[in-house]
């Protein structure tokens, strides 16, 4: 989510404002299960009214519709000021001036129109978003009530917080001192209260990262930087724990990695 919001950001102002001349689909696999002619027509001829994110989607909404986009793992955009466009493709939107590309080698983003964003059904299922006034300790507290799974995969389901990753729910999770395979019912008050400030914090660090520097679109080698050194235990398996000095471990937890310090997670 970190990531999604900060191209949402830096990509409002470069095409606000703009029409799209007209929509070129490269490789028909990008809008599945949409057909090419659905997304073209939806969004050519269309002036783009703002840049939203909601959970990990991001999307332009136009002054009718709105074409969504997911990034999935390596999803791209790609901005091209004059002349043709060079390199992978999947998806470009054509202006007066430049073009706006959407970019996935391995092919597992996809861009959509839709006439609203809660006809995407993944959009129409989502919980609610940490960053926002609503994300309250208090709500939390009843949604961890309501569930009996590990904590970590509770973490991950996006019906229940929209946009919270795998990555930054073992974050999270080593922030508030907890076992990622703790039942979320049997949390205690005070857990909760510290697993609540670890979502919080870290997503806004993590955006922070992902803001300094922001996206630079007209560079196609441009990627996120810097999010490594916020990291305590993803992808450190092994590794000395920052905070305590113990040794990170790894697990599967519904077909994902999960991080921890056994010493200082209980």
């Known amino acids: 989510m970190p990531e999604v919001e900060a191209v949402a950001q830096s990509l409002r102002p470069l095409v606000c404002g703009r029409k799209i001349r007209r929509c070129?689909?490269?490789h028909k696999i990008a809008v599945r299960?949409?057909?090419p002619a659905t997304l073209s027509a939806g969004v050519a001829g269309r002036r783009i009214v703002d840049v939203e994110r909601?959970?990990?989607?991001?999307?332009l909404r136009l002054e009718r519709g709105v074409m969504v986009m997911h990034f999935r793992l390596d999803g791209q955009l790609v901005w091209f000021d004059e002349g043709r466009?060079?390199?992978?493709?999947d998806v470009a939107l054509h202006f007066e001036r430049g073009t706006l590309g959407?970019?996935?080698r391995r092919h597992f983003g996809r861009v959509n129109f839709?006439?609203?964003p809660q006809e995407q059904r993944g959009i129409a299922?989502?919980?609610?978003?940490?960053l926002e006034r609503t994300f309250t300790c208090e709500r939390l507290t009843r949604m961890l009530r309501e569930s009996q799974r590990p904590v970590k995969l509770f973490l991950m389901d996006q019906g229940r917080i929209a946009g919270l990753g795998n990555i930054y729910s073992n974050e999270a999770l080593w922030r508030a001192r907890l076992d990622p395979r703790r039942k979320t019912h049997r949390l205690k008050e005070a857990e909760t209260r510290r697993l609540h400030k670890g979502i919080v914090d870290v997503l806004?660090?993590?955006?922070e990262c992902c803001l300094e520097p922001a996206p630079n679109f007209r560079d196609p080698e441009w990627w996120f930087q810097g999010l490594e050194k916020m990291l305590g235990v993803y992808g450190r398996e092994g590794k000395g724990c920052r905070r305590c000095g113990g040794r990170i471990r790894r697990i599967e937890q519904g077909a994902r990695s999960s991080y921890f310090c056994p010493g200082c997670q209980n």
């Open 24 to 26: 070129e689909v490269v």
């Open 33 to 35: 299960p949409q057909k």
């Open 54 to 59: 909601r959970g990990k989607y991001l999307w």
């Open 85 to 89: 466009m060079n390199g992978h493709v």
């Open 102 to 104: 959407f970019v996935d």
């Open 114 to 116: 839709f006439e609203a």
């Open 125 to 130: 299922r989502l919980g609610v978003e940490p």
């Open 204 to 207: 806004r660090r993590a955006l």
